[in-house]
């Protein structure tokens, strides 16, 4: 049997780049992802965000699908350049209006907002000041929070200032696999501590101004399995803990990175990028944690550097396109460890889901089991972790629609409403079916998997 408290919210993400379009319409400015996908070899067969789902344009017919779902929570994010197209400076008035239709399409459907300020789309002209390794994003980021603050905050419930800064710093600045496309491990940690800091400056910002949402914000958390009881297995995973998940964690919750990190990375950085009074505010700056969980690791040392490298295994995969499908005790595992070591802080689950090679049958239907019995499995989950004492209070599948997969680009589909790209028809999937179901019966449904 499955638990979910009163006033649990049921949900489901998009993101700008991914859905929205329209890239040169209404004055919106390029963003590092413009650049990015356009760049030879970067995304998967040269596919862009151009036009994506064109949401831009279809924003109603996206809307009433929330609607039909029975959504109570729907998270979005702001494309920071279609309100600032150069980042700072001249506010481009269509973009706002364009959220304010979000916004108010939203709450007249009887869906709460939950708004994420910054899912990856760094305006470009702020990447040629150097982006996230410049110390002066973060005061930018807070000039724009306190905008839409300002601008939209009346009507938003939920705030996340950044979505997995991990994949920021670490995909995008030290492997180069995502936006900006920079090979520097020097930076990336650079980088994390300017996005913490933004976070933070944000938050204070938008606090000052009055404003009436809960702030978060969204980290993708791994859970680390050690490869065997032998002693170096077992501090290769709490190495690689401490680079995945501690890294941010501790900042948030106490104050400080961690020492052992600090000690690991120091021939690449010496951390002298952390300033007097940063850690201080970066902890204890959130309202509720959002939770983004795709990951579990077997970790092991490698043999040939067992100090410094390490070898990784993904159990319990199943077919999913990208790597998803991770046994579903990595999500309890995660929830608990949260709680045990840094406190009762509400967690909504900001994003859960998987790829597949999703096709319309000749008769018009998407068939997608697995997606189904994948989102059973961690809404069971999920329901185990409240059982166990962790206070969570919202679950948010990813994603509503297929969409630009980043660099993957449109290889894979992670929606549960199928999108024709050619068409831009939306065709409900058997999985979007099941979830209305869940969500009416308020996840009594989950656990008694039957679906024909």
Known sequence: MSFFPDGFLWGATTA??????????????????????HTS????????GDIACDQYHRLDIDLDLMAELEMSLHRFSVSWSRVLPAGKGTVNQKGIDYYERMIDG????GIQPMLTLYHWDLPQALQEKGGW??????????????????RLGDRVAFWNTLNEPWCVAFLGYRDGILAPGIKDEALAYKVVHHQLLAHARATEHMRADGTKGRIGLALNLVSEIPGSTASQDVAAAHRMDGIENRIF??????????EDIVRFVAPVTDFGFVHEGDLDAIQQSLDFLGVNFYQQHITSADPTDPERK??????????SAMDMDVAPEGLVDVLLRVKRDYGDLPIYITENGMAAQDKVDPDGRVRDAQRIEF????????????EGGVDIRGYVASSLLDNFEWQMGYSSRCGMV?????????????????YQRVIVSHGAIVGALRWE
């Not at 040169?24 to 650049?35: A, H, L, M, N, T």
């Not at 939203?106 to 459907?109: A, G, T």
């Not at 989102?375 to 409240?386: F, M, N, P, Q, T």
């Open 310 to 319: 390490v070898r990784v295994a993904v159990p319990g995969k199943r077919g």
């Open 41 to 48: 070899g970067k995304t998967f067969n040269g596919d862009t």
């Open 418 to 434: 199928y999108v024709d790209f050619g068409t831009q028809k939306r065709i409900w999937k058997d999985s979007a079916r099941w």
């Open 106 to 109: 939203l709450l007249s459907r």
């Open 133 to 150: 390794a410049n110390r002066d994003s973060a005061s930018y980021f807070a000039d724009y929070a306190g905008l839409i603050n300002r």
């Open 375 to 386: 989102w059973d499995e961690r809404l069971l989950a999920v329901s185990e972790a409240i």
């Open 16 to 37: 700008a780049y991914q859905v929205e379009g329209a890239v040169v319409e209404d004055g919106r400015g390029p963003s590092i992802w413009d650049f990015f996908s």
């Open 249 to 258: 964690l501790d900042p948030l919750f106490k104050g400080h990175y961690p």
